[in-house]
């Protein structure tokens, strides 16, 4: 069973991940961990906390002389922004005389409001700490753990902008994509006009005291066929995918491949057609990429195609109207500062979030207390498509 817990909250002392599962002798450095955390740290409409955190998980367990040892991967990462709410977010009692930053006004479109009902939670600071997308920085280091695993067996995780608002870049196929363009690129994209379109837009909800979303892509590209079932609802692996992209904060929509865009278009025109192929692995491949890599619940060896709309966030620099929790009286929201655009970090979570379920899914059908014997139960298994495409009795 592959999975990961987090704590902590956005401003306490730090952030706790506990990986499990991870096979032994998968080579894992902090120093690896750390260029992911840095991804996600990068991009343009980025808040003023990004300018206080330098973050960095230090690796507690698991690991030793820079490989995995089959057992759990504890890191933690600290909360440097902690020293200015010391008293306010420490962990023992604290006296009156201390400012606990109480917040009870709602923001609408947060957690805090149902959070606050559903917690007993008369200071909303108790729901929105934790609500916070600082939690999403403990899910890029156990993505990273998880996509070095992924690495070892080949497979690749990219990501990419695809709209900001209602500008939207090119459709460019991923296989033409330049992947390290898009990484040079503070938002995230391939393409010049598209970039200087997707800033003019982040300006503009700036100077309009506002936020704005968008959608992004992640590919997984070497991805084995067969990851997920079509046996069971929950062992889909385009279920497993939407409820990981889902969870994502301010996430709203999720599609699969060209999901939406095909629905417009008659059936003859979306399906992708399956023909002979001896160089392909598989013996056979797709004329297309209708499917995004998935059919069945199934992944079919194409590239896994993810698109993801994430909202504009809640907070903003002109508050909406709203209410104190506690005595019902009509006030301002708060202003917690904040990003005026998630979309590109939010690429950088999502791969996070594609790396543990495929993670997931590979250690599901091939097994392994060793990485070397995950590979060559993979490698295995990859033979015996030999067997298809050709006359009985002729296989190679």
């Given at each position: 069973m592959f999975r990961f817990l987090t704590s902590g909250e956005s401003h306490g002392p730090g952030l706790t991940i506990v990986v499990e599962g991870v096979p032994a002798g998968v080579p894992l450095t902090e120093s690896y961990i750390a260029e992911q955390l840095a991804r996600r740290q990068r991009g343009y409409g980025r808040g003023g906390r990004m300018k206080i955190e330098t973050d960095f998980a230090a690796i507690r367990g698991g690991v030793r002389h820079g490989e995995t040892l089959g057992s759990p991967v504890g890191m933690t990462i600290e909360n440097k922004d902690f020293a200015n709410w010391q008293g306010?977010?420490?962990?023992?009692?604290?006296?009156?005389?201390?400012?606990?930053?109480?917040?009870?006004?709602?923001?609408?479109?947060?957690?805090?409001?149902?959070?606050?009902?559903?917690?007993?939670?008369?200071?909303?600071?108790?729901?929105?700490?934790?609500?916070?997308?600082?939690?999403?920085?403990?899910?890029?280091?156990?993505g990273a753990v998880a996509r070095a695993f992924l690495e070892e067996l080949g497979i690749q995780i990219r990501s990419r902008v695809i709209s900001v608002g209602s500008v939207t870049a090119p459709d460019t196929p991923t296989s033409e994509i330049d992947w390290d363009v898009v990484e040079e690129c503070d938002v995230r994209t391939d393409d010049p006009e598209a970039a200087e379109a997707f800033r003019a837009a982040i300006d503009a909800?700036?100077?309009?005291?506002?936020?704005i979303g968008g959608v992004f892509q992640v590919v997984a590209e070497g991805v084995p066929v067969g990851l997920g079932s079509h046996i069971q609802w929950d062992r889909k692996l385009d279920g497993l995918l939407a409820q990981a992209m889902m969870s994502i904060n301010a996430v709203k929509g999720v599609e699969i491949g060209r999901g939406f865009a095909n629905t417009e278009r008659p059936g003859r025109e979306i399906q992708d057609v399956v023909v002979p192929a001896p160089d392909d692995p598989r013996r056979f491949r797709q004329t297309s990429n209708e499917a995004g890599g998935i059919e069945g619940g199934m992944s079919n060896g194409n590239p896994i195609i993810v698109h993801v709309a994430i909202k504009p966030i809640a907070t903003m620099t002109e508050p909406l109207p709203s209410v104190d929790i506690n005595t019902g009286e009509v006030i301002e929201a708060p202003y917690h500062r904040s990003d005026i655009c998630q979309v590109p970090p939010a690429c950088v979570v999502g791969e996070a979030m594609m790396a543990q379920v495929l993670a997931l899914t590979v250690l599901e059908k091939f097994g392994g207390d060793h990485i070397s014997e995950t590979r060559r139960n993979l490698d295995g298994y990859v033979e015996s498509h030999q067997e298809f495409?050709?006359?009985?009795?002729?296989?190679?």
């Open positions: 306010a977010m420490d962990v023992g009692p604290v006296g009156p005389d201390v400012d606990h930053k109480e917040n009870t006004r709602v923001v609408p479109g947060h957690a805090d409001f149902p959070g606050a009902l559903k917690y007993m939670a008369h200071d909303m600071r108790n729901v929105l700490e934790r609500a916070s997308a600082r939690e999403t920085a403990a899910r890029v280091a156990a909800s700036k100077a309009d005291r506002t936020t495409g050709q006359p009985s009795g002729q296989a190679d």
